[in-house]
């Protein structure tokens, strides 16, 4: 019997509700028959989720009164903790012209891809204002997210769904794109109990990379888990992060303490309650931890630095099984010549940097990986200190093919200024 954490949900297995064989083809072709509505990336990367198990315990999208029990209290109407809404929009002309409990083809709307026929069993408004307020603790149409959901579409469709592709994910990020039962076999074959997940949407540089390395010290082994949906622009692809990933675990890692794999998801920078959402898939794929950082799927000045740390502690006991390994800022200080926290390190003073990379005075040096960024596309040295030069090489090279660089702009807590 697995050691591993269980699955989410009061029936603690894993359910996909992606189809295989004979009944896939048959469905594809049933899909093909019906009525198709339209569905956006963040929702295709949701139905994809649940196909393959890492929202279980979700039969599909959520009709209303999950929705509110989501959005208000973190808590599905069956009592099952879940921190935001999975939810899926139609236009009122699309949604007018569905009976309830006729089946529908949802089609992505980018590739024209059938993803999932959905059993249609409600139809209604939200409150998006509502939502906004107390998923993203703010209704600034500049927020990613906020934009994302009050541009969705009238009327929300709930109802359990069959899911018939898994998009682009297998092909383009082949070897990287893991379901959580592969994920968890690699985990048990490896004779595993407890694995902490690193989260990673930005490259890895060497704050994560002693992030990973404290986990490994105390959990059996760290899976590198990166996002492979859709970021705001400017951000660094996938094939890139990949690449940075596998230099480093290549040459500063034990292999066999360190799985690399990647998800299907949108960031939706929800901060707080997307730390939640990232620990319940992670308990999906068997996970028992969840490192958390300084401002974890967080996005401008939104979040407080930990709040999505102080989150976990209005969990109720026992809703949620992956528990996160909470840590501090992280970096490397110059005095007491080592990677440290402010936590651990009592030198408080700022460490200054030339544009050669050169150290010129103060102690910490407080690099985010927005202000990597801002130093590749202009062209500057990254201090040895914040990257390996491997992976300085493969973001360099990254930058040096981009046609229009993206201008980076800095936020408050992107320039490294320390506030107690
Ligand atoms: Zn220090």
Known sequence: MSQLVSPHGKERKLKPLLLEGQALQEARAEAATLKRIPITSRES?????????????????????DWKGCVDQMTMSDGTFWPIPVTLSASKEDADQIREGEDVA????????????????ERYPI????ECKEVFRTTDPEHPGVAKVMAQREVNLGGPIRVLSEGRFPDEFAGIYQRPAE??????????????????????????????????????????????????????????????????VNTYFRPERVVQGGYPLDMRYAGPREALLHAVFRQNYGCSHLIVGRDHAGVGDYYGPFDAQKIFDEVPRGALLTQPLK??????????????????????SKAVIDDNGNHISGDRLLVSGTMLRKMLSEGKTVPKEFSKPEVIALLRQYYEGLEDNVEIKLHGAATGEVTH
Request: with cysteine; aromatic share 8%; hydrophobic share 45%.
């Open 183 to 248: 994920a968890r076999a690699v985990f048990e074959s490896r004779g595993w109990h407890t694995v902490a997940a690193l989260q990673l949407r930005n490259p890895m540089h060497n704050s994560h990379a002693y992030l990973a390395k404290v986990a490994i010290e105390v959990a059996d082994g760290v899976y590198i888990h990166q996002l492979l949906g859709v970021l705001k622009p400017g951000d660094i692809p996938a094939e890139t992060r990949v690449k940075c990933i596998e230099a480093l």
């Open 106 to 121: 949802l089609v992505d709307e980018e590739s024209g891809t059938f993803m999932a026929i959905m059993n249609v069993q």
């Open 127 to 130: 409150d998006k204002g509502h």
């Open 327 to 348: 840590m501090d800022w992280t970096f490397y200080c110059y005095s007491c010549g080592d990677m440290a926290s402010m936590k651990t390190c009592p030198h408080e």
């Open 45 to 65: 990367g949701d139905a994809i989720m649940m196909g393959i198990g890492g929202f279980t315990p979700l039969p599909g999208f959520m009709g209303q009164a």
